[in-house]
């Protein structure tokens, strides 16, 4: 197969990936203008959105400039980035406001991802199929995650949602299946369907090991009523849960036998770990263990702790 054919189905490949993701998919502006790797246009507010970057063969890393031809930089654009395959790390100026549709999605290397206080909007599709992100700070001032923005981010472990945010959209982290738990603040009002808490198996399904935290009477707890998804109220902890992830699984017996051996650990609540309430020791691993094969234990593990 030649050269020209393997980039048309690649091509082709992306575009049906794009259309999964609920973005529609048009030609570049035909007024965009050229400087160095970036193609751009001007704005109505007279900044610049820039609309391709045109990588250098086998780049890795991309700084976004602040200013290109004199115009500050405060979006990207359409696909901008998108289906770059070789793409790890990006540094983003100081003045962006928005990542448009698509911007970086299929960019299944990028890791590296620390979003500017800047940002305003994340919109549709922005990172979808980022599988290679394990952790993710929404900055404050962000209002609004587009649907679909990091949908498929598969390695996705760690998401951090600030006070900032209002609307978060539809399928907005569907298929993260590596997002086990995560924190709603109180200022969400909207939440899409199925922007958390689903993954793919031959369709659509609930990830079963998903909890939601976030304030009473929220939308947060709306949402996981009904979803059927379990619901921590802020502050809330809970018998096991060692690490603080709001759930009692395997890990907190094991960071109870490293905080027990002086191996270090990246979360730990020793109130919850005494599940028995006669100070920490090996037993309350053990206890947690049992209490996982389902043998039946009177120390009320995986409930609040009053």
Same mark, same amino acid.
């Given at each position: 197969?030649?050269?020209?054919? !393997?980039?048309?189905?690649?091509?082709?490949?992306?575009?049906?990936?794009?259309?999964?993701a609920g973005i529609s998919v048009h030609a570049a502006d035909v007024g965009d203008q050229r400087s160095g790797i970036f193609s751009y246009r001007i704005l109505d507010d007279g900044n610049a959105e820039i609309t391709r970057v045109?990588?250098?063969?086998?780049?890795?890393? %991309?700084?976004?400039?602040?200013?290109?031809d004199g115009y500050t930089v405060t979006s990207l654009g359409y696909y901008a980035m998108g289906n770059y395959a070789q793409l790890e790390s990006v540094e983003f100026p100081g003045t962006l406001?928005?990542?448009? &549709?698509?911007?970086?999605?299929? *960019?299944?290397? %990028?890791?590296?991802?620390?979003?500017?206080?800047?940002?305003?909007?994340?919109?549709?599709?922005?990172?979808?199929?980022?599988?290679?992100?394990?952790?993710?700070?929404?900055? &404050?001032?962000?209002?609004?995650?587009?649907?679909?923005?990091?949908?498929? *981010? !598969?390695? %996705?472990?760690?998401?951090?949602?600030?006070?900032?945010?209002?609307?978060?959209?539809?399928?907005?982290?569907?298929?993260?299946?590596?997002?086990?738990?995560?924190?709603?603040?109180?200022?969400?009002?909207?939440?899409?369907?199925?922007?958390?808490?689903?993954? %793919?198996?031959?369709?659509?399904?609930?990830?079963?090991?998903?909890?939601?935290?976030?304030?009473?009477?929220?939308?947060?707890?709306?949402?996981?009523?009904?979803?059927?998804?379990?619901?921590?109220?802020?502050?809330?902890?809970? !018998?096991?849960?060692? @690490?603080?992830?709001?759930?009692?699984?395997?890990?907190?017996?094991?960071?109870?036998?490293?905080?027990?051996?002086?191996?270090?650990?990246?979360?730990?609540?020793?109130? *919850?770990?005494?599940?028995?309430?006669?100070?920490?020791?090996?037993?309350?691993?053990?206890?947690?263990?049992?209490?996982?094969? @389902?043998?039946?234990?009177?120390?009320?593990?995986?409930?609040?702790?009053?």
């Open positions: 197969m030649g050269s020209k054919m !393997r980039r048309l189905i690649a091509m082709l490949s992306a575009v049906m990936a794009l259309f999964t045109y990588f250098a063969e086998g780049q890795t890393a %991309l700084v976004i400039p602040q200013e290109i406001t928005n990542i448009g &549709d698509g911007a970086f999605s299929l *960019c299944k290397k %990028l890791r590296e991802l620390t979003l500017p206080e800047s940002l305003k909007t994340i919109d549709t599709a922005a990172f979808f199929g980022c599988s290679s992100l394990t952790e993710l700070t929404i900055p &404050d001032g962000v209002t609004t995650i587009g649907s679909t923005a990091f949908r498929q *981010c !598969r390695g %996705l472990e760690k998401v951090t949602i600030p006070d900032s945010v209002t609307s978060i959209g539809k399928m907005a982290f569907f298929d993260c299946t590596a997002l086990h738990k995560v924190r709603i603040p109180s200022s969400t009002s909207d939440i899409g369907e199925m922007a958390f808490g689903y993954v %793919l198996d031959n369709g659509a399904v609930p990830d079963p090991g998903f909890v939601m935290q976030g304030v009473d009477d929220s939308a947060a707890q709306q949402y996981a009523a009904a979803n059927d998804i379990p619901f921590i109220p802020d502050g809330t902890m809970i !018998r096991g849960d060692s @690490d603080g992830d709001g759930r009692v699984t395997i890990i907190d017996a094991t960071v109870i036998q490293r905080v027990l051996v002086g191996l270090p650990v990246a979360s730990f609540n020793e109130i *919850c770990s005494d599940v028995d309430g006669n100070g920490l020791d090996i037993t309350d691993a053990t206890k947690i263990q049992r209490y996982l094969a @389902d043998i039946p234990d009177p120390y009320h593990i995986g409930e609040p702790i009053v």
